[in-house]
């Protein structure tokens, strides 16, 4: 267990419906990561925080995407109208500070399946 | 374009046996190595880190190894566990940039 916790960890859900998962990293931890990762890949980055700043979005995060850390503790990732391909697993992550050697510490993962 | 290359995708060994999974990477400026297990349905686990002037790193049975001048890593595995199975992902950190680079990881499965 790294401290970083995630929930739910498991989603099914049918295409088109909206679904939104939620990130707890470590209390003291600034920086808050979201990525996807599909099967047989490693983890792609989607948008990160700084606090309560989302300081970058990758071109993954189409406009079906948002994500929020309204007080810089936890953090919210929603998917709206969900298609077959936002399956996946959504990993959280998060790290101390800005520090470029500070390893950021993964949660369980929320597994999506659309069906 | 920076990359992060990693071999073999997989690999299956016998209990107690040794291995080692190889990284290449072009991310240029360099600041440091990571290696990650990722266990199924979980999220990666830091294994080791290295900066650019750091050759080795051991942790308990595994042991990293940097060349930073052929720009290549391994993550060696002593007396293999059941409980290795799993994958080891490479991650490389360009130099003052927070957005890491991953690799697709390596499979390992661990036969009793």
């Known amino acids: ?115 | 374009k920076n990359q992060v290359e990693q071999s073999p995708q997989s690999l299956i060994i016998l209990e107690g046996k040794n291995c080692t999974l190889q990284c290449n990477y072009t991310v240029s400026p360099f600041s440091n190595l990571r290696w990650y297990k990722q266990d199924t349905g979980r999220g990666p686990v830091s294994l080791t880190i290295m900066t650019f002037s750091e050759n080795t790193k051991s942790n308990g049975r595994y042991t990293a190894t940097l060349d930073a001048d052929t720009k290549q890593s391994s993550l060696h595995i002593t007396a293999s566990q059941l409980s290795d199975s799993a994958s080891y992902i490479c991650v490389v950190s360009p130099n003052r940039d927070d957005k890491i680079i991953f690799g697709k990881g390596t499979r390992l499965h661990i036969l009793p």
């Not at chain 1, 995630?6 to 979201?34: A, M």
Request: net charge neutral; charged share 25%; aromatic share 10%.
């Open chain 1, 1 to 115: 267990d790294t401290g970083v916790s995630q929930d739910p960890r498991h989603k099914i859900t049918k295409r088109g419906q909206n679904v939104t998962f939620r990130c707890d990293p470590i209390s003291e931890h600034n920086r808050l990561y979201w990525y996807r990762q599909t099967l047989g890949q490693g983890p792609e980055f989607l948008t990160y925080f700084q606090n309560e700043a989302q300081l970058e979005k990758s071109r993954l995060l189409s406009d079906r995407f948002s994500a929020e850390r309204p007080k810089g503790s936890f953090s919210t990732l929603e998917i709206q109208r969900t298609e077959q391909g936002d399956s996946a697993m959504y990993l959280c992550a998060s790290s101390p500070s800005a520090r470029d050697q500070e390893t950021q510490y993964f949660g369980p993962g929320t597994r999506l399946l659309v069906l």
